[in-house]
Every structure is written in structure tokens, then in C-alpha cells.
């Protein structure tokens, strides 16, 4: 398994602002992503980040709005940029460690309140 | 296309079972299930791949119906701790792994 840990663990941001949420595993894995859930919803894939490549977006989701970097096999970033209340939610990295067992692991996720 | 959960909602009494069920509109090669707690990070309960045996895990078990593009998880003799929302994820056409598009979730509710 792989375990991985989130900072901040909440926060509550005025609308307009950027918030940067740091996502650490504590081995090198390759595929790591990005999810967001709304309150009381399912969860919703952001984006891929793959170490040594640019990061792959869904739809719905931009680079401007939501800026990855994944600078090595143990650390990502995701960014919310201008935020609004809509962008109230949990935002989740998860990881696949990449044993062959197709498992994916959740961090333990970034509570974010927009005023 | 997200998958599809069904009950949305289960209550339960201790020591019975529950079924939830999840069905896919395109072709899967895997149905990955995960457990999440009010307030945690989803949890990974098992995954069936394609042409793979049925997983079990405690009192938890799944199988998984290619040909019907469906899984179903079965819980038995339930305990407090079964209490949750549980997820289905399927992933990208094609793979057996890698980014998941989930289901909506079912919220499973075990009573004394």
C-alpha cells in the first residue's frame, strides 16, 4: 500500500484568492491523480499528473483554473486559482503504487471553503 | 460515462446482508470498490478484473458479470463498522487500471 498525506488538511479562502494543496506519498510511484468531490456527491477526476509529463485534464477542468506540477515521484501540487464558492469541495490526490494489483489509494484530502 | 449504483440508500440492522449493485454502459475490463466514512478519504475494499475469480474481503465479497457489464457487492452478517458510502469505479475504456470514473455512491446505514 502507499501511504499519502495532504496539506492543508481544510482551509477557508476569500473568493478571488489561490490556494495551493500539497499531496506527498511516502514512495516513488508513477500515476498519481486529482480528484474533487462535492459536498454529499461522488468523487470527480480532475486531472492525471504523471511525473515527467505535462499533466491531462478532464473535461471541464482547465490548466489556468487548476495548475498541476509533479516535480518528482513522491510530490504533487494542485492549485485552485480566482476561486469562487462553486469550488467549495474536497480535493483528493490519490495514487496507483503500481505493484500490479491495480489498487488506488486516497489521500486523506484538502477541505476547502470558499467565502 | 459514470457508472450506475443501485440502492442509492440501505438500512440494516446488524447481521443482515445487503447487495449493492453497479452497472456500466460501456465495456469493462475491471470494477474497483471502495468504502469512505464521513469525513475520510475513500478506502479500497477489492477489485474484480476481467475473466478474474469473485474477491472476498472479511464478510465482504463481489463478483463481476462482463457479459452484463455489472458488479455487485455483497455484504453479510453486517457490522456497525460496514456504515459508509460505498463506491463503485470502472476505469478508462480499454484498461484495467489508472484514473477511475466513480459511481454516485450508495450510503450504507448498520443500526444496533
Known amino acids: 500500500s502507499a501511504v499519502i498525506s495532504q496539506k492543508p488538511s481544510r482551509d477557508i479562502c476569500q473568493r478571488g484568492t489561490s490556494l495551493t494543496i500539497q499531496c506527498q506519498v511516502d514512495s516513488q510511484v508513477t500515476m498519481m491523480f486529482w480528484y474533487r468531490q462535492q459536498p454529499g456527491q461522488s468523487l470527480t477526476l480532475i486531472a492525471t499528473?504523471?511525473?515527467?509529463?505535462?499533466?491531462?485534464?478532464e473535461s471541464g477542468f482547465v490548466i489556468d483554473k487548476f495548475p498541476i506540477s509533479r516535480p518528482n515521484l513522491t510530490f504533487s501540487t494542485l492549485t485552485v486559482s480566482n476561486m469562487s464558492p462553486e469550488d467549495s469541495s474536497i480535493y483528493l490526490c490519490?495514487?496507483?503504487?503500481?505493484?500490479?494489483?491495480?489498487?488506488?489509494?486516497f489521500g486523506p484530502g484538502t477541505r476547502l471553503t470558499v467565502t | 460515462q459514470q457508472p450506475v449504483q443501485s440502492p442509492q440508500a440501505v438500512i440494516l440492522r446488524e447481521g443482515e446482508d445487503a447487495v449493492i449493485n453497479c452497472s456500466s454502459s460501456k465495456a469493462l475490463y475491471s470494477v474497483h470498490w471502495y468504502r469512505q466514512k464521513h469525513g475520510e478519504a475513500p478506502v479500497f475494499l477489492m477489485i474484480?478484473?476481467?475473466?478474474?475469480e469473485q474477491k472476498g474481503h472479511d464478510k465482504i465479497s463481489a463478483s463481476f458479470n462482463e457479459k452484463k457489464q455489472q458488479s455487485s457487492l455483497y455484504l453479510t452478517a453486517s457490522q456497525l463498522s460496514y456504515s459508509g458510502t460505498y463506491f463503485c469505479g470502472t476505469p478508462w475504456e480499454g484498461t484495467s487500471y489508472g484514473k477511475l470514473t466513480f459511481g454516485q455512491g450508495t450510503i450504507l446505514t448498520v443500526h444496533p
Open positions: 490519490s495514487v496507483d503504487p503500481g505493484t500490479g494489483a491495480y489498487e488506488q489509494y
Open positions: 499528473a504523471n511525473q515527467g509529463s505535462e499533466a491531462t485534464y
Open positions: 474484480l478484473l476481467k475473466g478474474g
